[in-house]
């Protein structure tokens, strides 16, 4: 089975690529060493903002957003993390070569396909549920709700987040229940089956340099 098509099963994590963009589109410094909910929060209110000011963000430019997606959001998520719950098992396969074409490669086909897709969303409000830290606590999950215009069912986006030296990352999103990293690991694990880590990274290199690029997971179609 193809990663094509298993794409469906990646959708049901509705607003996926609207929690990622929500969470990471601010300056990096001024919010480094907010408690987690506070990040969240002030990032949410930021992106509004640069979408509402940004004329080409508002129009759908994927290169605009593309850049942004790398500035912003890359510094914030924890891709080695993320890689390495995605790929599973096999992680401990790979050579260390391999692990970094793994993480560059993911890395590449969510800027890529979050880019393509967030023209998709406008005039939403997000709510962040205030969260209690403790001092230890180095593994959070940060909830929020999705509220999309139309009368449509508000979507629940759950920010697993890690601590670092300084500063919070995150590591999956879970929507509406379902895992970013589950839902992909389902699919990498297939493809390690056929072809081997070489396999996996050989598709996700012709995903990343197809002309079209891949929906992303959790994207549902407007």
């Known amino acids: 089975m193809q990663i094509a098509n298993a794409l469906p099963a990646m959708r049901r994590c509705a607003g996926h690529l609207l929690g990622m963009i929500a969470l990471l589109l601010a300056p990096l410094v001024a919010i480094a060493q907010s408690a987690p909910d506070a990040l969240v929060r002030a990032v949410a209110d930021d992106v509004l903002r640069i979408v509402q000011q940004d004329q080409a963000l508002r129009e759908g430019d994927k290169a605009r957003m593309a850049q942004l997606i790398e500035e912003k959001i890359v510094p914030h998520f924890d891709f080695e993390r993320m890689t ?56 959070v999950q940060v909830r929020t709700e999705i509220k ?75």
């Open 84 to 139: 390495r719950l995605a790929v599973g098992r096999s992680w401990r396969e790979a050579t260390p070569a391999q692990r970094q074409t793994l993480i560059e490669q993911f890395r590449t086909l969510l800027v890529r396909s979050y880019s393509a897709a967030y023209s998709a969303y406008r005039q939403i409000v997000i709510d962040v549920k205030p969260l209690k830290v403790q001092p230890s606590d180095d593994d």
């Open 148 to 222: 999309l215009p139309g009368g449509a069912p508000p979507i629940r986006i759950d920010y697993s987040m890690v601590k670092g030296n300084a500063d919070w990352k995150v590591y999956d999103v879970v929507v509406d229940g379902v895992s970013m990293v589950t839902t992909y690991r389902n699919t990498f694990t297939e493809e390690v089956r056929k072809g081997g880590v070489d396999g996996l990274i050989k598709t996700l290199s012709d995903m990343n340099t197809a002309r079209t690029p891949p929906p992303a997971a959790g994207v549902t179609n407007k």
